[in-house]
């Protein structure tokens, strides 16, 4: 069986190289994005992969949005939440609208896309569901509280519905990437980046492939006795047990 799957945000960075990832394993893919069209239309024509706009914070446009992928490639087996955004400044200065839009984007997207397609996969008693948290939401960081919150949020998501799903055949679970070489890090100043990379013990930045391989393994049909957890992914720079 050829299994689907949707990876939201999926046009860029991790997104791009998790839905590629799938590609080469023989899933069928769909990726969402919400904004920028011409890196939209690159990567369709790069890649081949179905890449459709909508809001993944949308729970409307989810629902329509799934369906629509459902119509061309079949039942969705396998969802990676990877949608997000930074709106970084210290607490003292953050605005409602910069903490909202991060809350949104990045932790609403769960409920309205796993809502979405939680009762199909019930239904059919099979389901990956792969949350892209981040190491600054295990261990929180300086100009980043609606951030951390958002994917601190991820995991606890992930552990409540891993609970739910684990007796329909549904997994749940979460990988917390370190500062991985993408346009986001990109725009970090290269004093700071420096920094950084001197904090990990591997001594370099990871790549987003190291991140689809993660998710790879989480969203694998062999893979049914792993749920609730969070796969760290950050080249030693957080250790948790």
């Given at each position: ?36 069209e011409e890196a939209a239309e690159k990567f369709r024509k790069e890649t081949g992969i179905l890449a ?171 893979n049914g006795f792993v749920t609730g957890a969070t796969l760290s992914v950050n080249g030693g720079q957080?250790?948790?047990?």
């Open positions: 069986m050829t299994r689907v799957a949707i990876v939201t945000g999926g046009t860029r960075g991790i997104g791009a190289a998790i839905a590629q990832a799938f590609k080469k394993q023989g899933y069928k893919v769909a990726v969402t994005y919400s904004g920028n459709l706009k909508w809001d993944a914070s949308n729970f409307a446009e989810s629902v329509e949005g799934v369906k629509k992928v459902e119509a061309q490639l079949g039942p969705v087996d396998i969802l990676v939440n990877n949608a997000g955004i930074t709106r970084d400044t210290t607490f003292h200065k953050m605005t409602e609208e910069q903490w909202d839009d991060v809350i949104r984007i990045n932790l609403k997207s769960c409920f309205s896309m796993t809502r979405a397609v939680i009762e199909g996969m019930r239904e059919r008693g099979f389901g990956r569901i792969v949350q892209i948290s981040s190491v600054n939401g295990q261990r929180g960081q300086y100009g980043q509280a609606n951030y951390g919150a958002a994917k601190a949020g991820m995991i606890g998501f992930t552990k409540s519905l891993a609970f739910e799903g684990a007796n329909k055949g549904i997994t749940v679970n979460c990988v917390a990437p370190g500062y991985v070489d993408t346009d986001m890090v990109a725009a970090v100043p290269e004093d700071i980046l420096k920094k950084i990379i001197g904090t990990i013990p591997v001594g370099r930045l990871g790549y987003a492939d190291d991140i689809a391989r993660a998710v790879l393994f989480l969203a694998g049909d062999e957080y250790m948790v047990a």
